[in-house]
């Protein structure tokens, strides 16, 4: 359970940094409004909330075996392009962004699940005692510490 927790609580703080990164490019870059940002922060929770799933369900890296179930990928496939078609074409619900807003933040979420598998696979080794640091640690300890008899 300890390795679940710290998992989730790093995942956790990569997603709200992650957040708050496409809150100030929509703000300073885009130059958008506040009705704009919620549209466009929407659509980041909506796309990066799934590629979170396909991170956090191995330990290696997200993109080799196991490949994620069909129902999995599907499913996460069309509630991304629902999500997408629902901020670019809104039909007076929410204020709409751009074909290319909306492929801006695709962009930004698919680079981001590197650095947040990255970081998971930083915390799994740490927790496993299989960083170097770790590996000379356990060296050290296991060396003799005066002439053998």
């Known amino acids: 359970m300890h390795r679940v927790l710290t998992v989730s609580t790093v ?8 957040t708050f990164g496409m809150l100030l490019i929509g703000k300073d870059y885009f130059h958008m409004g506040i009705a704009y940002l919620q549209t466009l922060i929407f659509l980041k929770l909506a796309i990066a909330g799934h590629l979170t ?58 680079l981001w699940i590197f650095i947040e598998d990255w970081a998971k696979i930083r915390v799994y080794k740490h927790l496993e005692l299989k960083t ?18």
């Open 132 to 149: 170097p640091r770790h590996q000379d640690f356990i060296a050290l300890t296991q060396q003799k510490l005066g002439p053998s008899t």
């Open 11 to 18: 995942l956790g703080l990569i997603g709200v940094l992650q």
């Open 53 to 110: 799933l396909f991170i956090t369900r191995t330990r290696k890296p997200f993109f080799r075996k196991p490949y994620p179930s069909a129902i999995l990928l599907w499913s996460a496939i069309l509630t991304k392009a629902a999500a997408t078609l629902f901020v670019v074409y809104p039909m007076g619900q929410v204020p709409s962004i751009t074909w290319g807003e909306a492929g801006a933040v695709w962009i930004y979420c698919i």
